[in-house]
């Protein structure tokens, strides 16, 4: 059973910066597509940012420039930097890990950005 522990959200101050995690265990198989997406409260789940297996990246246009993903295949993590948040950054973020044809997500962790 593949289980997804994501950590690091919390209270920021608009213009600073925290740093997600998320911890993939119980694949038997190599993870593929890992990545990143949010829901702010009234509104669809959006993409944040994925890196595929080959280190591949994406972002959506709202976070360009400001949030990084990166992932490290040894400890099955993926992170997401997130610098210069603003307000509308604020929303539950999820972990999402596609292994083989299924994909999983993890519980979500709260991004509050207010000053």
């Known amino acids: 059973q593949v289980q997804l522990v994501e950590s690091g959200g919390g209270l920021v101050q608009p213009g600073g910066s925290l740093r997600l995690s998320c911890v993939a265990s119980g694949s038997k198989f190599n993870i593929g597509a890992m990545g990143w997406y949010r829901q702010a409260p009234g509104q669809q789940r959006e993409l944040v940012a994925k890196i595929t297996s080959g280190d591949s990246t994406n972002y959506a246009d709202s976070v360009k420039g400001r949030f990084t993903v990166s992932r490290d295949n040894a400890k099955n993590t993926v992170y997401l930097q997130m610098n210069n948040l603003k307000p509308e950054d604020t929303a539950v973020y999820y972990c999402?890990?596609?292994?083989?044809?299924?994909?999983?997500w993890g519980q979500g962790t709260q991004v509050t950005v207010s000053s």
């Open positions: 999402n890990v596609r292994i083989l044809f299924a994909e999983y």
